[in-house]
Structures are given as C-alpha cells and as structure tokens.
T-cell receptor, first 108, second 116 residues
C-alpha cells in the first residue's frame, strides 16, 4: 500500500476555502485516493475519491497532481461544522487503512 | 434505510470477561470491516471480510475473533478482555465487486468499550 503523509493540524477561517494536503509519493498506477472525515467521536464519513482526474461533489473538490504523488482536498467555503479530523487514504480495494489524519479547526 | 448499525453503543467489561460486538448493514454490501480507535489516534483495522464466507486479518487482530454470519452481519468477539482493548470499535461496509472495487466505506457510529 502507498503510505500517506498529512500535516497533524490546520486552521481555517469560517467562509474561506480549506485546503488540506496529502503526500503519497509511492502511489501505484491503480491506487485511488480517498478522503474521509471524522467529526468528534462519530464514525468516519466518506467525502470524495479519485484516480487521476480532479473530482468535485457537493461536499468538496479533490485535486490530484499530474504525477499523482500528492493531492489536495478543498472545502470551498468552510463552516464551523467542518471542524473534524480529515483522513487521506490510498488503496485499490481490500482493507482500508487510516493514518492519524489532519485535525482541521474552522474558526469564526 | 439504517445503513450500518452497531450494538451495543456502550459496554463496560471486567478483565477476562468475553463479549461479542454486533454489526449489521442493510445496503447489500459484500465487504465488511472492524476498526478500533484509541484516544487521539487514527483507526486501525482489526479484521475484514471481503465477501460472505471469507475473513482476513488486518493490522491488529490479536485478541479478537470475527464471524461473518451472513451477508448482512459481521460480529467481533473478545474472548478474554484486557484493559488494552479499551477503545471505540467501528464497523464499516462497502460494495466489493469488479465494477465497484473503488466504492467508499460506510461506517457505523461505534461501540465504546471500557475494560477495567
């Protein structure tokens, strides 16, 4: 499995875009990039995933670099409710392994 | 449509006691997973079942057993609980076939287990 590296914490002002980076320099050609978040002590919530093209859904955008060695999750207009731990995972299928993630704090 | 349901929500055990954590999903998913999350840490995979009738070890399987009872249900058993197993346990499910191998995980809301 490709390992991922994320900053342990980030802050963002409410209403501004939150850009969460993830490095996955050993990613292989058929591995997808997934993003999940965990709000307080709830179960993790799926946000978005992609292979090599940029993806957008109602929650966020995922930007994957051309060499696929890193990606950025973008929350376009962060709200206080987006305060959570965000996990970047790289996997094809089978088991999905979570790292420590990035704790995003959205401030008023 | 309840998604992934875990029972119980909370449990306190004494060292050496046994118990089974239950998980059921109503999304007709093939794959199911058990994770544990210790305070301030990410999730660690205990066991998973890629499809009905199969189970595989994850990162931290020692001290646990699992049973894929049918397509809907995947249980986690602690035969002799230890304080090191105090944690929050999450069950998850996902589709798993050739056409949807990249589908996302859907999680339950967890079982909070304390072993004294």
């Amino acid at each position: 499995d490709a390992k991922t590296t994320q900053p342990p914490s980030m802050d963002c002002a409410e209403g501004r875009a939150a850009n969460l980076p993830c490095n996955h320099s050993t990613i292989s050609g058929n591995e997808y990039v997934y993003w999940y978040r965990q709000i307080h002590s709830q179960g993790p919530q799926y946000i978005i995933h992609g292979l090599k093209n940029n993806e957008t859904n109602e929650m966020a955008s995922l930007i994957i670099t051309e060499d696929r060695k890193s990606s950025t999750l973008i929350l376009p207009h962060a709200t206080l409710r987006d305060t959570a731990v965000y996990y970047c995972i790289v996997r094809v299928w089978g088991d999905m392994r979570f790292g420590a993630g990035t704790r995003l704090t959205v401030k008023p | 449509n309840a998604g992934v349901t875990q029972t119980p929500k909370f449990q306190v055990l004494k060292t050496g006691q046994s118990m089974t954590l239950q998980c059921a999903q109503d999304m007709n998913h093939n794959s199911m997973y058990w994770y544990r999350q210790d305070p301030g840490m990410g999730l660690r995979l205990i066991y998973y079942s890629a499809s009905e009738g199969t189970t595989d070890k994850g990162e931290v399987p020692n001290g646990y057993n699992v049973s894929r009872l049918n397509k809907r249900e995947f249980s986690l058993r602690l035969e002799s609980a230890a304080p090191s197993q105090t944690s929050v346990y999450f069950c998850a499910s996902k589709e798993f076939d050739v056409t949807s191998y990249n589908s996302p995980l859907h999680f339950g809301n967890g079982t909070r287990l304390t072993v004294t």
